[in-house]
Each structure stands twice: as structure tokens, then as C-alpha cells.
């Protein structure tokens, strides 16, 4: 009797203490795209042992349909999650769209925490008006990767490619002379870095701090004439990036070089051409370039429910160093935290790029990389420009017109 | 008297109310079954409509959030209009519908004929056949003729190739490969040709079906007065299947204008080079999603509205008027 009595009552008071804790209790919910996805619910376990009182709720979608709900949740002000991952093309507009929590300001005090990162993410996410309105997790700092058999056999050298970018094109008329291959999917993707690399720290690509456009100074004329160069000498394959085409390219063999953010390797190794293992190179990007292709990001809207528990999640994923291991193993997402990527993985040398170091190579791309000053018109510029490249490619358009015509169109665009 | 009344009243008023309830039953019940319909079409047809017309005066970023919407007037219009890039998606979507639609009629109509007269117990088949790239999702279709159109690996290139190397014919054909979706000049007609083949049978069904409604007996009286075949397509069959011509070229027209999934699937969403095959309905969506200028995607959508209500109504006019003329000719015979 007395020992049932005792089972009841500590049953009572353990539903009572456990009661308050049950209500305490919440559900952080954290918007997503593939595969930061993968990398948050992977880092669940490790969050439940640190804070078992916050769950993790994982909303993922498509990455063009999570950045239009995204959109759409900052307008209306419904259905915001708590953590929102934001891709670096979207972060100008919801970083000037004051939607976004300022993280520089109570409680979240970030100030301290931003020399933890690539210094030139920062700026990224960074407001004209200097709030802070997300926090780096990955970034794609940029390369050229390159088929070393097929531009052996044309007798071409690493420092051939990269020395300039005349040399680059030189040596792509001696592999297609070699070999038939060309030298890059598309003239576009020049123009794509070129236009990119040698900014002044706080430049954006098409417009500076006071909104002028830049599109007419000599980073847009060089890169327009190189890509006709490129066209002219019919070493590019016309392939659009990410078309079927392309993806094809890298399985047959028939494109010798392509320019991108490191997560390229683990695209090629895993699904673009994995029987390509052991012939695939990794270098810098010609002519001293330094660029980051994407990134990822990690923001709190001003409308979200947790934002305490966000900020501790955010803080989680982006500053612990296992975390941010964990998802460059696993999904190539290259870290932002500089400590993560002093670890020794760094210096593994990868098989498929035949014992290649090819970490190193784009931690050391990482370091050279300067900050790039986002702007919400940037896509727009960027299609203006484009237009205006595919007129001088395909018509024969004179480069100094098509940049004078891109100016005037962007500044009447810009206006509104 | 008086008590039997006084007994009555409320088996009257009883039966009042009841037959009051059964009345109101039968009136409600109706809207009652029309509610989910109602409520559903409210949210998603009339609301978004309403809201897109109270956008086309605002100036308005989403990502700016509510307070930053501001009444601009009639600037989106102007703005519009005054735009070469609209008046480009202008341009390219008359000529897709153009080059897509006219070729739809042209040939469905010879073909419904055929199938009418040559084919008897297999022509629900063969008419089946024709209708199956017009209920195939769009996407999957366009996805099938990128690989198709592929410079380097697709099998219209190759076929071409082939044919270059036979005797006599092969000067006609092109000995490098046709760069088909980088070049504007044939990124249009490949665009054409998706939409051309996936209606054209859907087309077809629609004349069948008229052809059936024609009674026989006029072909009879024709071939009495010694009309040959050619004259009873010409004066018999055409002049009947007008309304349903009429038909057609209405949907043609519509359809046309608001063309999106071909072009943006085979370019990656982009319009092609030079935006060759950028559409008024894809620079429409790329303002708002990718430029985020919600506003003018609003008043290019009412802009386009306009144009297409238009082009109707002249559609009506010109096959309308021939209607008419033939009634009054009739009249007057």
C-alpha cells in the first residue's frame, strides 16, 4: 500500500515538474533548400543533446520555390519560419528589404562574431544603410578546373591556361587544334568572371556605392572582347550552364576547362562524371582572378516567433567548427568559419582529381577573395548584360555599343 | 367556430413553418452545394485578379514588405510602354503565334478531312493518336525536344547530318550541326514547332467534330449537280466549318498570347539568346520574380489582357462579318 502510494505520488509530482518543462518546449522551424537541407537535419542529433527543450523542424523546398516563399512570407508577413536560408542572388533584395532582423543590434551583438568568418562574406550581407541581415555558412570560392589528359595531349600546361587571359584563350586554340575539344562551354562564362574578379573592395559588379553603373569601364570591355575572342576562335561549346548539354559535356569529355565554385568538384565526382576519376585538375582561375560562385546564408525575419532559439541555431551551425566540417564532407559546402578550415581535411589530397590537394587550392582562393557589394538591381544588369553579349557574340555587335547600350538601359531601369 | 380555429392555428402555423423551411431549404440548398465552388473561386480566381489590378498603380518589391508599396499612378503603364524589352516580348510572342498557329489550321483542317472520309472503324485510334501530345504535361514534352533540338547530341541534328551525305539532296541540308536553341533565328521556329505539334491534333478533333455535323445529304445534292470533290471541300465543307474555324482561331489566338511553358523550359527560364523567345507572359513572370518589379508585372499582365481581348474581337470581326453578309445574302435571294 504505502510503496503503491509512494509510485503515485512521485508519478504526480514528476507529471507536475515535468509539466512546465513540457510547455517550455518549442519548435524551431528553419526554411530551407537542397542541400542545406541534408546539412541542417544532419546537425539535428547534435542540436538535441545541446538544447533538447528545441525541436527542429525542416521546411524544405525546390531552391526556386523556397526563395519565392520566402519572398512571399516577408511580404506578407505570414508563415515566416524561424531561421530562413537565403542564397547569395537573393540576398541584396531581403537585405534591403528590411525585412530581416539587424543582426549588429541587441540581443544578437554579432559584431564580435564577424571576423570569425571569409572577411568578404560580411560585406555580402551587409544593408547600404549597415545592418547585418544574415550570417555566412558556406561560400564557393572560385577555380578553374580542367581535364589534365585532354590538354596534355595538346601539350598544354597548368601556368598556359592561368598565366593571362590571352594565354588561356592561346592555349584553348592549341587544344582544339589538338584535340577537338573545346576550351569552355560557353563565351559567356568568361565574361561571367572577368567581370567579377580585380574589384575594388566594396565595388559591386554592376554598380558602385552611389548607384553608378559601371558598365562601361574597362573590367566589361576587356571581358566582352575576350568572349568574342573565344567565339571567333570557336573554342567555346555554346552550352548554357546546367542544361542538359552541359552536364553531357562533362560525361563525353568534349569541354576542356569550366570555371566554378568549389562544390563543383563534388558534382563531378558524384553524378557529372564520376568514370572521369583521376583526370580532372584543379587550378586558379586565369590572370590572377579571385571570385566566389554563390553562398550560403542563415537570416531571421523580423516577423519570426524563436528568435532567441534562431540565433542560438544560426550560431550552431555557422560557428561550430564540427558543423561546418560535417557539411563540406558530406555536401561540399565550403566554410565560411576561417578556424573550420585549418582542419586536416584540408590537406587530404582527393583521388579524383588525381591526388590532387585541390582543398588548398580553393582555401587559398577563398583568403585572395575580395567582398563583392550586392545590389538589388543586380539581376537585372546581369540580364541586361547578358542581352547585350549574346547581340556582340552572334550579331557582330561593336563591344563599345552593346556597353553603351547596357548602360543607358540599366540606368533607365534603375531609376524606378 | 372560434375553438375549432383556436385548435387549428398552430397545426397551421406548424405546417406554415414547415412548409417556410422546406422552401427555404430549396433555396438555399443550391448555394449551399456552390459554397466550396464559390469560396475557392473567390480566393483564387477573383481575389488575385482584384489584387493584380490594385498592383498595376503601385510600385512594389515583396521582399520590402507591405509598407513599402507606394501609389505610382499610372507610371507601370507608362513605364510599359515606353519599355523595348515589352515591346520585344511583344513582337516575339505575335510571331510564335503566328508561326505556331496559322500552320495548326492549315494542316488540321485537310487532316480532319482525310481522317473523315478514309478512315471508318480505326479513325478513333488514329484521331486518339494526334490528341496524345496535346494531353502530355507540357514540361515533360519540351524536356523530350531539348534533347531532341541538343547541337551536339540530338537526333534532329544527326538525321540532318545524314541527309547531307546522300547524292543529289544533300546540297539541301546544312553540313554542320544546327545550333537550334542558341541562335535566335532557329530558336523561334523550334519553339513554333513544339507548340504546332502538341495542338495540332487537339485542333483536328475540333474540326472532326465539326465535319460530323454536316449532313450528308448536301454532299449528295452537290455530286447530283455534278460538283467534283474539290468543289464540294470548297463550297460545301469550308463555308460549314467557318464557326468552328471561328472557334479555333479564338483559342489560337489566346493560346498564343499567353505562351510561357515552351520557351521557358527549352531556355532554362531565360528567353534565349538575345531573348529571342522571351514571351510577353515570361517577361511578365521574370519582372515580378526576378526583377522584382511587381507592379509592372501587373500592368504588363492587364496590358496584355487588353491586346488579347482585342485580338478577339477582331478574330469575331473577321469571321463574324462573312456570317452575316451570307445571312443577309440569303435574304435577299
Same mark, same amino acid.
Given at each position: ?15 507536475? $515538474? ?55 512570407? =516577408? ?12 542564397? =547569395? ?10 525585412? =530581416?532582423?539587424?543582426? !549588429? ?33 558556406? $561560400? ?41 575539344? !573545346? ?55 555554346? $552550352? ?119 582543398? =588548398? ?22 540580364? $541586361? ?32 | ?34 459554397? %466550396?465552388?464559390?469560396?475557392?473561386? *473567390? ?5 488575385? @485578379? ?30 510599359? #510602354? ?11 510572342? /505575335?510571331?510564335? &503565334? #503566328?508561326?505556331?498557329?496559322? +500552320? ?5 483542317? %485537310? *487532316? ?34 531539348? /534533347? ?15 541527309? &547531307? ?8 541540308? +546544312? ?5 537550334? @536553341? ?6 523561334? %521556329? ?23 455535323? @454536316? ?6 445534292? &452537290? ?54 523567345? *522571351?514571351?510577353? /507572359? ?25 491586346? @488579347?481581348? #482585342? *485580338? ?12 452575316? &453578309? ?8
Amino acid at each position: 500500500m504505502n510503496k503503491r502510494r509512494q509510485i503515485i505520488l512521485a508519478a504526480l509530482a514528476g507529471a507536475v $515538474i515535468a509539466a512546465p518543462a513540457q510547455a517550455e518546449q518549442i519548435t524551431l522551424t528553419v526554411a530551407a533548400f537542397p542541400a542545406v537541407d541534408q546539412i541542417v537535419k544532419a546537425a539535428v542529433p547534435a542540436w538535441k543533446k545541446l538544447h533538447p527543450e528545441i525541436d527542429i523542424k525542416v521546411v524544405s523546398r525546390e531552391y526556386a520555390d523556397h526563395h519565392n516563399a520566402m519572398t512571399l512570407a =516577408l511580404a506578407t508577413g505570414n508563415n515566416h519560419a524561424d531561421v530562413m536560408a537565403v542564397e =547569395l542572388g537573393f540576398l541584396g533584395r531581403f537585405a534591403e528589404g528590411g525585412g =530581416l532582423e539587424d543582426l !549588429y543590434k541587441a540581443p544578437y551583438q554579432a559584431k564580435n562574431l564577424v571576423a570569425k568568418f571569409e572577411p568578404w562574406t560580411i560585406p555580402q550581407a551587409t544593408s547600404n544603410s549597415g545592418e547585418l541581415a544574415a550570417i555566412p555558412t558556406d $561560400i564557393g570560392p572560385g577555380t578553374l578546373f580542367y581535364r589534365h589528359d585532354i590538354v596534355s595531349k595538346a601539350g598544354v600546361t597548368a601556368p598556359d591556361l592561368t598565366r593571362s587571359w590571352d594565354s588561356f584563350i592561346e592555349a584553348g586554340k592549341r587544344i582544339k587544334a589538338a584535340t577537338g575539344v !573545346y576550351l569552355v562551354a560557353h563565351a559567356r562564362d568568361i565574361t561571367e568572371i572577368m567581370i567579377r574578379s580585380n574589384l575594388k573592395d566594396g565595388e559591386g559588379i554592376y554598380f558602385d556605392k552611389d548607384n553608378n553603373v559601371l558598365v562601361e569601364t574597362p573590367r566589361f570591355v576587356h571581358a566582352f572582347r575576350l568572349a568574342k575572342a573565344a567565339r571567333e576562335a570557336k573554342i567555346d561549346a555554346k $552550352i548554357n550552364a546546367w542544361s542538359n548539354e552541359w552536364t553531357e559535356s562533362f560525361k563525353r569529355g568534349t569541354v576542356a576547362t569550366q570555371m566554378m565554385g568549389a562544390w563543383l568538384g563534388g558534382h563531378l565526382a558524384n553524378t557529372f562524371a564520376p568514370a572521369a576519376k583521376g583526370l580532372w585538375r584543379v587550378a586558379d582561375l586565369p590572370a590572377g582572378a579571385y571570385a566566389s560562385w554563390g553562398g550560403t546564408f542563415y537570416a531571421i525575419p523580423k516577423k519570426a516567433k524563436n528568435k532567441a532559439a534562431a540565433w542560438e541555431f544560426i550560431k550552431f551551425m555557422t560557428l561550430q567548427k564540427d558543423n561546418q566540417i560535417a557539411a563540406f564532407k558530406n555536401h561540399d559546402a565550403f566554410p565560411a568559419l576561417v578556424e573550420a578550415q585549418s582542419d586536416a581535411f584540408f590537406e587530404q589530397p582527393l583521388a579524383y582529381f588525381g591526388e590532387q590537394k585541390a582543398r =588548398l587550392i580553393w582555401r587559398e582562393a577563398s583568403r585572395r577573395t575580395r567582398a563583392i557589394d550586392v545590389n538589388k538591381y543586380d539581376p537585372l544588369a546581369a540580364e $541586361i548584360i547578358n542581352t547585350e553579349l549574346d547581340k556582340v557574340l552572334d550579331q557582330g555587335k561593336d563591344v563599345a555599343q552593346a556597353l553603351a547600350d547596357a548602360k543607358k538601359l540599366i540606368v533607365k531601369r534603375a531609376r524606378r | 367556430m372560434m375553438k375549432i380555429e383556436a385548435g387549428r392555428m398552430p397545426a397551421v402555423s406548424q405546417n406554415q413553418r414547415k412548409v417556410q423551411w422546406q422552401r427555404w431549404q430549396r433555396r438555399a440548398a443550391p448555394w449551399m452545394f456552390l459554397t %466550396p465552388f464559390v469560396v475557392l473561386f *473567390l480566393c483564387f480566381g477573383v481575389f488575385p @485578379i482584384l489584387f493584380s489590378l490594385f498592383l498595376s498603380f503601385h510600385s512594389w518589391n515583396p521582399a520590402d514588405g507591405w509598407a513599402g508599396m507606394k501609389f505610382v499612378g499610372l507610371e507601370n503603364f507608362s513605364f510599359a #510602354l515606353g519599355d523595348e524589352w515589352f515591346w520585344k516580348s511583344l513582337w516575339n510572342t /505575335a510571331l510564335l &503565334a #503566328l508561326l505556331s498557329g496559322l +500552320p495548326q489550321h492549315l494542316v488540321a483542317i %485537310p *487532316l480532319a478531312y482525310f481522317l473523315h472520309t478514309s478512315f471508318k472503324r480505326s479513325r478513333n485510334l488514329v484521331v486518339g493518336a494526334y490528341f496524345v501530345p496535346y494531353i502530355t504535361s507540357t514540361v515533360a514534352v519540351t524536356l523530350m525536344f531539348t /534533347a531532341l533540338f541538343s547541337t551536339d547530341f540530338g537526333v534532329i541534328n544527326a538525321a540532318l547530318l545524314w541527309l &547531307a551525305k546522300l547524292p543529289l539532296v544533300g546540297g539541301l541540308f +546544312p553540313v554542320e550541326a544546327v545550333d537550334w @536553341i542558341g541562335k535566335p533565328a532557329f530558336i523561334q %521556329p523550334a519553339v513554333a514547332f513544339i507548340v504546332f505539334w502538341r495542338f495540332v491534333g487537339f485542333n483536328t478533333v475540333l474540326y472532326l467534330a465539326a465535319l460530323q455535323t @454536316i449532313p450528308k445529304e448536301l454532299y449528295e445534292a &452537290a455530286e447530283m449537280d455534278g460538283a467534283g470533290k474539290w468543289q464540294q471541300f470548297w463550297h460545301i465543307t469550308l463555308p460549314l466549318l467557318r464557326p468552328m474555324m471561328f472557334f479555333g482561331a479564338t483559342l489560337s489566338v489566346i493560346g498564343g498570347l499567353q505562351l510561357f511553358d515552351e520557351p521557358f523550359v527549352l531556355t532554362g527560364g531565360r528567353g534565349g539568346a538575345d531573348q529571342a523567345v *522571351l514571351t510577353t /507572359a515570361m517577361y511578365m513572370f521574370r519582372s515580378a520574380f526576378e526583377f522584382g518589379e511587381y507592379g509592372a508585372a501587373s500592368a504588363i499582365s492587364w496590358l496584355l489582357f487588353v491586346i @488579347i481581348a #482585342l *485580338l478577339s474581337w477582331l478574330t469575331h470581326k473577321i469571321f463574324g462579318q462573312h456570317d452575316e &453578309a451570307a445571312e443577309k445574302g440569303e435574304q435577299h435571294a
